[in-house]
């Protein structure tokens, strides 16, 4: 997993349905060694891990993704200008149950992820 390696949490809220979070990434992690040397940017799957994790985190559980329906990388998340970055997850779904999802990563006005499916919570 990625979460303490990768990226860290610096913040994490679950409030009925809406889960925030600041992340940063790891300038120095290995995985910008080949995406990409010279120009290091945060991978869109790794992107998309970032959210699962942050979701397990807060539900305290472990998911997969059962679905994805809309996936858009935006704008590129250069780790050594862009820290900092914020994480947004609305979701419906009861405990035990599939969780329906709408995240997105940003800073400011800039959005990086739009990311909308379903997460199963696997036993």
Same mark, same amino acid.
């Not at 995406?35 to 559980?61: L, N, S, Y």
């Given at each position: 997993m990625l979460k303490n390696d *990768? *990226?860290?949490?610096?913040? +994490?809220? /679950? /409030?009925?349905? +809406? $889960?925030?979070? @600041? @992340?940063?990434? /790891?300038?120095?992690?290995? $995985?910008? /060694?080949?995406?990409?040397?010279?120009?290091? @940017?945060?991978?869109?799957?790794?992107?998309?891990?970032? $959210?699962?994790? $942050?979701?397990?985190?807060?539900?305290?559980?472990?998911?997969? +993704?059962?679905k994805a329906d809309i996936v858009k990388f935006l704008s590129v998340i250069v780790p050594n200008k862009n820290d900092a970055i914020q994480a947004e997850i609305k979701y419906t779904g009861a405990e035990g149950e599939m969780l329906k999802f709408e995240a997105r990563l940003f800073k400011d006005d800039v959005i990086y992820l739009k990311f909308k499916g379903e997460f199963a919570k696997q036993i």
């Open positions: *990768f *990226f860290y949490i610096q913040s +994490l809220s /679950d /409030d009925q349905g +809406l $889960i925030s979070a @600041v @992340v940063r990434f /790891d300038p120095s992690h290995k $995985i910008f /060694d080949g995406h990409f040397p010279g120009q290091p @940017v945060v991978p869109g799957v790794c992107m998309m891990q970032t $959210i699962k994790e $942050i979701v397990e985190t807060a539900r305290d559980g472990s998911f997969f +993704l059962q």
